[in-house]
């Protein structure tokens, strides 16, 4: 299982852009990216997942360059409810074996 | 449409005591995870099943057992709670498949233990 380390905690304003950058130097070819949302007093929610180069929906964008070695989550113009941990989770989808394994994640904190 | 649901949302235990957590998911998801959560540790697998009766142990196992009898539900036993397993405990379940489906897990709101 491929190794993540992300920022313990970060800080921001609100409408700025937060990137938060997680680190999986030792990813598998097989192996897809995802991140999880966790609000205070409730479970993880997905918020993106990708593989290589650029996924954006609703919500974020996920940015993952060419040798995978690291991928960006992005959250454009945050607001104070977008306070939250959030989680990098790497591994293997298909197969029938991929279960999620959660590090301690990254604490972002918006201030007004 | 509940997703996941877990009951219940509050406990307080006693040193020796036993209960059990429920969890309940209408999704016909094939997977389901137990994870406790602690502060400032993020979430920590305690028991997994990949499917109706079948349970494998995750990173912290002991002190609990599960039970799939049902593939909707995923039940976590405490035998004799101890005041380390005072935790926040969350059910998650998933589909599994291969690589052009979505794995996305769904959690529960979670249980707040209190083991005294």
């Known amino acids: 299982l491929a190794k993540t380390t992300q920022p313990i905690s970060m800080d921001s304003y609100e409408g700025q852009e937060v990137n938060i950058t997680c680190s999986h130097n030792n990813i598998a070819t097989n192996d897809y990216i995802t991140w999880y949302q966790q609000f205070p007093s409730q479970g993880p929610r997905f918020i993106i997942q990708?593989?290589?180069t650029k996924v954006t929906n609703e919500v974020a964008s996920l940015f993952i360059p060419a040798d995978r070695k690291s991928s960006t989550l992005s959250l454009p113009r945050v607001s104070l409810s977008d306070t939250a941990v959030y989680y990098c989770?790497?591994?293997?989808?298909?197969?029938?074996?991929?279960?999620?394994?959660f590090g301690r994640g990254t604490s972002l904190i918006v201030h007004p | 449409n509940a997703g996941v649901t877990q009951t219940p949302k509050f406990r307080v235990l006693k040193t020796g005591q036993s209960m059990t957590l429920l969890c309940a998911q209408d999704?016909?998801?094939?997977?389901m995870y137990w994870y406790r959560q602690d502060p400032g540790m993020g979430l920590r697998l305690i028991h997994y099943?990949?499917?109706?009766?079948?349970?494998a142990k995750g990173e912290v196992p002991d002190g609990y057992n599960v039970s799939r009898l049902k593939k909707q539900n995923f039940l976590l036993g405490l035998e004799s709670a101890a005041p380390s397993q005072t935790s926040v405990y969350f059910c998650?379940?998933?589909?599994?498949?291969?690589?052009?489906?979505?794995?996305?897990?769904?959690f529960g709101q979670g249980t707040r233990l209190t083991v005294v």
């Open positions: 998650a379940s998933s589909i599994q498949g291969d690589r052009v489906r979505n794995t996305e897990a769904f």
């Open positions: 990708g593989y290589k």
């Open positions: 099943s990949v499917g109706e009766g079948t349970t």
């Open positions: 999704m016909n998801h094939e997977y």
């Open positions: 989770l790497v591994g293997d989808l298909g197969g029938g074996s991929y279960i999620p394994t």
